[in-house]
């Protein structure tokens, strides 16, 4: 076989495997050069309870890159049971939860969300027990 004719082979193997995903060339695709971002979580989450409501607040979280904030609840301490009940921009760093069962304990948290749709962790969980706004008020002993 001619020197010719075998590298004509070997290029057409070459490119071959090249299409098929075997081999590489050139620079890294995308995905091989993306670096995971962190998002810094929010902190210091804590719940004041209202009538049939919940007060959120939060220290912000301290990544520049952030656009707003996620709020989550549940009725136990896993984040995976939890459902987004609210969002805010980054400059504002409450949220009442309103409509709540009276006796019934929620936990929440909150996520800090880029401009890019990138989440942080979760911030720490907090937690509040709801109560009626109809409940009895007792004044000297006797019921009002």
Do not use: H
């Not at 890294?28 to 719940?47: G, H, K, Y």
């Not at 805010?88 to 069962?101: K, P, Q």
């Amino acid at each position: 076989m001619s020197k010719k004719i075998a590298v004509l082979m070997m290029e057409s193997l070459v490119l071959g495997l090249v299409g098929l995903g075997v081999v590489g060339c050139g620079s890294p695709s995308s995905s091989e050069s993306q670096t995971v971002r962190v998002v810094i979580a929010p902190t210091n989450l804590t719940v004041v309870r209202a009538a049939n409501s919940a007060v959120l607040s939060w220290e912000a979280s301290s990544d520049t890159g952030v656009g707003g904030y996620l709020v989550y609840r549940g009725t136990t301490t896993d984040t995976a049971s939890f459902a987004e009940v609210g969002n805010t921009i980054f400059s504002v760093r409450t949220y009442t939860d309103t409509g709540l069962t009276s006796s019934q304990r929620y936990y929440y948290a909150v996520r800090a969300v880029t401009t890019a749709s990138e989440q942080s962790a979760y911030s720490n969980i907090a937690t509040a027990e709801a109560y009626s706004a109809n409940l009895p008020i007792t004044i000297n002993g006797g019921k009002k």
